[in-house]
């Protein structure tokens, strides 16, 4: 049984910054990836960032350049900066992890921007 737990959410104006947290039960090596991914009311979730094995990034057009990936195995957690924030930036944030064979979801955490 592995565990995903978001943390990090919460209020902030329009241009700040949150900082996510996923920490998993177990060593972030043992997923071929992981990745962040938003839902917001009414609307398909969808992928934020991910950063594999290997460490490669990629990021949605929508938050390239604002928001950050990144992984710190001693903790086993993977972080989501998320930098100069929008409204449109509000939804549930949720942590995914990839093995060769399914994968595994947290349950998520709400980040609301206000104008």
């Known amino acids: 049984q592995v565990q995903l737990v978001e943390s990090g959410g919460g209020l902030v104006q329009a241009g700040g910054s949150l900082r996510l947290s996923c920490a998993a039960s177990?060593?972030?090596?043992?997923?071929?990836?992981m990745g962040w991914y938003r839902q917001a009311p009414g609307k398909q979730r969808e992928l934020v960032a991910t950063?594999?094995?290997?460490?490669?990034?990629n990021y949605a057009d929508s938050v390239k350049g604002r928001f950050t990936i990144s992984r710190d195995n001693a903790k086993n957690t993977v972080n989501l900066q998320m930098n100069s924030l929008k409204p449109e930036d509000t939804a549930v944030y949720y942590c995914?992890?990839?093995?060769?064979?399914?994968?595994?979801w947290g349950q998520g955490t709400q980040v609301t921007v206000s104008s």
């Open positions: 950063i594999s094995i290997s460490g490669s990034t």
């Open positions: 177990v060593s972030i090596f043992s997923f071929k990836a």
């Open positions: 995914n992890a990839e093995e060769f064979l399914g994968g595994y």
